[in-house]
Every structure is written in C-alpha cells, then in structure tokens.
C-alpha cells in the first residue's frame, strides 16, 4: 500500500480561476488535473530559470589577492579571539586590528 504525499500550491485568484475553469472543463477535481499534469511530457518544455551571468578574470592582480587575503586573515584572527571565551580582549588589541585594516 503507497502512502500519499500531500503537496501544496499557493497560487493568485486568477490562476486558481483558470485551474478550476480547465478542470470543470474536463469534468475533474483540481487534485486530479494536477495528477494528469505529472503524466505530460514536461522534460521538453521550456526551462522559465534564467541562467545566472559568470564573470571570468582571466588574470587578477597579485598584489590585489595578497591584500584581501590579508584582510580574511585579520577577520578571522578577530573572530578566533572573540570566540575564544577570554574577556581580555583589550580595546588595544581591536584599536590595533583597526589600524591595520585601514592601512590597506
């Protein structure tokens, strides 16, 4: 015996009307068009997604990379301390962390 899985659609006014004006059409419930819908071919129908543009450097700047490496090694060696539990995180220390940030 299947069990059956429950699938719900929420869809505008104007859309549900035109669902139900098919189904009438057809002389079937709203749950049985969606079953009848399963069984079309949809693998050849139109993908509606559109492809998400990628940008290729095909060369960066060294010294570019170098800079925002640093930058992620001073975040996390920020984001170590702080998770670390200690309360001596000194005003000192972030001042200094700031300074060097900011000079990049």
Known sequence: MSKY???KVNVT???HEKLVQIAQKHNITLA???RLSVHTNIENAPSRRKEKSKIIYKQTDPNLLY???KIGVNLNQIA???NSGEDDLKLQTLYRIYEEVMSL
């Open 5 to 7: 899985k429950q699938i």
């Open 13 to 15: 006014e104007d859309v």
């Open 32 to 34: 049985e068009l969606f």
């Open 67 to 69: 800079e925002v490496n």
């Open 80 to 82: 170590r301390h702080l």
